[in-house]
């Protein structure tokens, strides 16, 4: 029904920048929120930033002032820009969407992606 693919994980060193990307596909009528979790070996799955249809954003105090999320509806995408890394920012990211597939759906259903390592090492 709905894929979502990650893209632009990788190795970098601290300070260093990444731009993730997430790309909806499938049965897809409209896109509610759009959001990036993280989850680091042996830890719970947490959310990393957020963004609504409208464009409203929400971050998590650890990433505050480093990290920007952003989507393009027309693409049905969101992305992640990832600035002044920190080694605590290593774990594998998730790109989460609340996806209507019909007008006439009684509710959104939630989907996630496969996931994409980020690894912030000198």
């Known amino acids: 029904q709905v894929q979502l693919v990650e893209s632009g994980g990788g190795l970098v060193q601290p300070g260093g920048s990444l731009r993730l990307s997430c790309a909806a596909s499938?049965?897809?009528?409209?896109?509610?929120?759009m959001a990036w979790y993280r989850q680091a070996p042996g830890k719970q799955r947490d959310l990393v930033a957020a963004i609504t249809s409208g464009g409203r954003t929400n971050y998590a105090d650890s990433v505050k002032g480093r990290f920007t999320i952003s989507r393009d509806n027309a693409k049905n995408t969101v992305y992640l820009q990832m600035n002044s890394l920190k080694p605590e920012d290593t774990a594998v990211y998730y790109c989460?969407?609340?996806?209507?597939?019909?007008?006439?759906?009684?509710?959104?259903?939630?989907?996630w992606g496969q996931g994409t390592q980020v690894t912030v090492s000198s």
């Open positions: 499938g049965t897809i009528f409209s896109i509610n929120a």
């Open positions: 989460n969407a609340a996806i209507r597939a019909y007008s006439h759906s009684y509710y959104d259903n939630n989907y």
